[in-house]
């Protein structure tokens, strides 16, 4: 199960398998968001929804007041918020860098495929030459 959190600049319809609620403070909703998708309130939507099978994902809207929600106040969620934000900008420049190291592994494994092909040590790529044969 997903949860979607979104501004709310006109009227919507709702259908009746959804539920909708109104986050009074802007600031809350990205901590709200992660919060709705953390594998916490995962393990409690699985407490609570109906029909027990995996195909089956609606909720037993009676015993939506049982589920563990836990809200700090709004500082703190700004904080956990802005955290989460700059771990996630660390993971993509670490993503960028992978990327960047396995295309300069695949460089270097194609200059020693090529240089043992033609007999030539001379034939290995450096930094930043290119293959030209």
Known sequence: ?????????????IDTDALAAQLLDEGAASFVRMLLNSPLLESEYNRIKVGGGTHTNKLNLGDLH?????????????????????????????EAQLTTAQSGTSRLLESVLHQSLRGS?????????????
Request: hydrophobic share 45%; charged share 20%; with cysteine.
């Open 121 to 133: 040590s001379s034939d290995i790529l450096t930094d930043g030459e290119m293959l030209t044969s």
């Open 66 to 94: 049982t589920l563990i929600f836990p809200l700090p106040p709004l500082a703190e969620q700004n904080r956990i918020v802005a955290k989460a934000d700059e771990l996630m900008r660390l993971c993509d420049e670490l």
């Open 1 to 13: 199960m997903m949860s979607l959190l979104w501004p709310l600049t006109a009227p919507i319809t």
